[in-house]
């Protein structure tokens, strides 16, 4: 089980921010985890006195964001919101994703579960997305939810797609969605995308015959060495393709119905990721399924050595 001691709900009380809310809840009431409620406002929004007469959020409105359907399939739980402990806060601030990252920094926060707008082109590039530069910065995982999820995500994980490009990074990705299938009873798709590599013309290197068969072939061994060492159970599919990495891993949430992504982020700055963009950020943008981003750099969800020893036991 994951390392999950406290739960960082942000909310701008948009549709997006709601969708995302189950998710926290279900988490923190599996781990027996703190949840805690965060909205930041301020005189500049439109809807400031809005967001301050309904603030704390009341356990009518708790409940509603819930979501939880008049019939609940058998054999699923849902979080008792009376017995979660929930710690909320508001503070009056114009910088939403800097207020999240030192809330989370402050309260010691070991997961942040957030949504997302998904603005795109012009949109996004001017106001850029509160929820991507929190991915960036926190001090711990973020877990996303689309403002258009089609699926309540709470309830929903029966499969995990984990993309690996075999860096350190992608190492700790399977680490943890192996812990995240086991809370869910999930199964785990490990997936490589081989990009093709690119000449000019100039070069006169014919590339049409690369990536091989071959090459696809030796991929996919690596990946089931990767989920017998790593994983050690028989519910995990391996699979190898080629093509542009964003499209690919996108094309195989759609195709496989896909209710997980969990990836690494290599934690790219500054100009080197304005230029090279990140793989990780545009499937974030894009996929239709809720996304558990790992920060190889930052805090770990995983337990113990010791922990995991015991669990075992």
């Not at 849902?78 to 920094?105: F, K, N, R």
């Not at 994980?157 to 990705?173: C, G, H, N, T």
């Amino acid at each position: 089980m994951l390392n999950i001691q406290r739960v960082l709900f942000p909310t701008d009380f948009s549709d997006g921010s709601k969708r995302a809310f189950p998710q926290a809840a279900f988490l923190a009431d599996w781990h027996d985890a703190e949840l805690h409620i965060l909205n930041v406002t301020g005189r500049h929004r439109h809807d400031y006195k809005e967001t301050k007469k309904n603030f704390p959020i009341s356990p009518d409105t708790l409940t509603e964001w819930l979501r939880r359907p008049a019939q609940s399939v058998e054999g699923t739980t849902w979080p008792d919101l009376e017995a979660l402990p929930i710690e909320q806060s508001q503070i009056e601030a114009s910088t939403p994703a800097e207020s999240i990252v030192t809330y989370a920094d402050d309260k010691n926060i070991d997961l942040v579960v957030m949504g997302t707008h998904g603005r795109r082109g012009v949109d996004r590039m001017l106001f850029g997305s509160v929820t991507e530069e929190v991915v960036r910065r926190a001090p711990c995982p973020v877990f996303t939810v689309r403002a258009d999820a089609d699926k309540t995500p709470g309830q929903a994980v029966r499969r995990v797609l984990v993309p690996i490009d075999f860096s350190d990074a992608s190492e700790s990705a399977v680490q943890h969605a192996k812990e995240i299938a086991l809370t869910y009873g999930a199964e785990i798709d490990l997936l490589h995308v081989v990009e093709p590599p690119f000449y000019p013309s100039a070069y006169g290197i014919d590339t049409t015959t690369f990536p091989t068969q071959e090459v696809v072939d030796r991929v996919e061994k690596q990946l089931g060495d990767m989920a017998r060492e790593e994983i050690g159970y028989e519910h995990v599919m391996v699979s190898a393709t080629v093509g542009h990495p964003p499209s690919e891993i996108l094309n195989y949430v759609d195709e496989n119905e896909v209710d997980l992504v969990v990836i690494a982020t290599h934690g790219r700055t500054g100009l080197e990721r304005a230029l090279l963009g990140s793989v990780t950020e545009r499937v974030l943008r894009r996929s239709p399924a809720p996304a558990f981003v790992v920060k190889p750099t930052r805090k770990s969800l995983l337990p113990s050595a010791k922990t995991a020893a015991t669990q075992e036991t």
